[in-house]
């Protein structure tokens, strides 16, 4: 990655890059702004700027030996610390122990959604905090030498969660680390950061970005037409988490009618192998977007029923939806339509409740078998 890759903030990453021209790196650096506003994009970056061994007009060069590692986020001198739930009987209790989950929340969610953090860690009801026991590992690590590079840097993400305990303990590092460290701090939520540590950062805001630079965002990243752009970036509200989401739910309401059309298919010609497959599918969907699903489908039932009583200012069907329900809808009729909106309702009631999805769905797939062959 390079700052070119990341959208706007032209002012800070000019700050960022002066801070080295002038060798004024500070011992600590705090990147604050609104959620995805790209503030963690512009440390990674930053961080790789300084370990690269050959930047480039402003960049790191993309293929040293240092930014293949950033690339990999397994540079031996970049330490990243987050806010976790502590489990003793799951042996996680710093950050190092959900390596694996954070290493995809960087490559998957790159924006940082901190409600997408909180599923991967399967936190439920939890509030991930930063614990002492973090603390103590840094202030070890802070007094070993780099490893591979000049500088030691440690990317802390939500400072904001830090322990009382643990930010004390870190108040002597940040004000003096050893001299190959650098702390950068990125928090969505500044003023919650205790007053000690905060005096001792040097702030960089990092505010909404501009629907223009969302628009060029989603047509570099995402392959959207200009006007696709233009059309979505409003709603995104300056952010690349909305812009993200906006995009992912897209292609929803096509990829739902493969689903349902697929799914009522194999209930049909009773094929339970099928639904079982199509069950493991629409489970790896998360929660989230199954309950979408379910939502879609209780509306499918009702639209095709509707269809099936020939009331056409009632429908509200796109022509892809409508192709299948020429011949779909006779099965919706006044001896299942009830008992097939109960069921629906009752499945995303059960995926709310955290009930195992591959069962929820198989069970709700066995039960259309029987629903789309009672006789009207
Ligand atoms: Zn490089």
Known sequence: MN???????ADAKDRLRALVSTAHVPHALLLSGPPGSGKMLLARTFAQYLHCEHPTDGNPCGKCNACRMHAENSH????????????????????????????????????????????????????????VNEADRIVEADALPAYSSTRKIFIIWQPERLRPEAANKLLKVIEEPSDTTLFIMVSNDPLKILPTIASRLQNIHIGRLSDSDIAGYLQQTKGLSDNDA??????????????????????????????????????????????????????????????????YSARMIRENFIYNMKVARLRTMTPDEEAFSQRFSPFINHANVEDFSEETDMARRDIERNGNAKLVMFDYFIHCIMLLHRKA
């Open 76 to 131: 031996p001198d970049l330490h990243f610390v987050y806010p976790i739930v502590k489990s003793e009987k799951q042996k996680r209790t710093v950050s190092a122990d959900v390596a694996e989950q954070w290493h995809e929340m960087l490559s998957t969610y790159p924006a940082m959604p901190v409600e997408k953090w909180h599923e991967l860690l399967g936190a439920g009801n939890s509030q991930p905090v930063i614990y």
């Open 3 to 9: 700052f070119n890759d990341i959208p706007g903030h």
């Open 230 to 295: 233009w059309r979505l970036a409003p709603l995104a509200h300056g952010s690349l988490i909305e812009s993200d989401e906006l995009c992912r739910r897209s292609g929803e309401p096509l990829e739902f009618l493969q689903m349902y059309q697929e799914s009522m298919r194999a209930a049909y010609s009773k094929r339970v192998g099928m639904l079982k497959s199509l069950a493991e599918n629409a489970a790896a969907w998360g929660r989230e977007k199954l309950c979408r699903y379910l939502t």
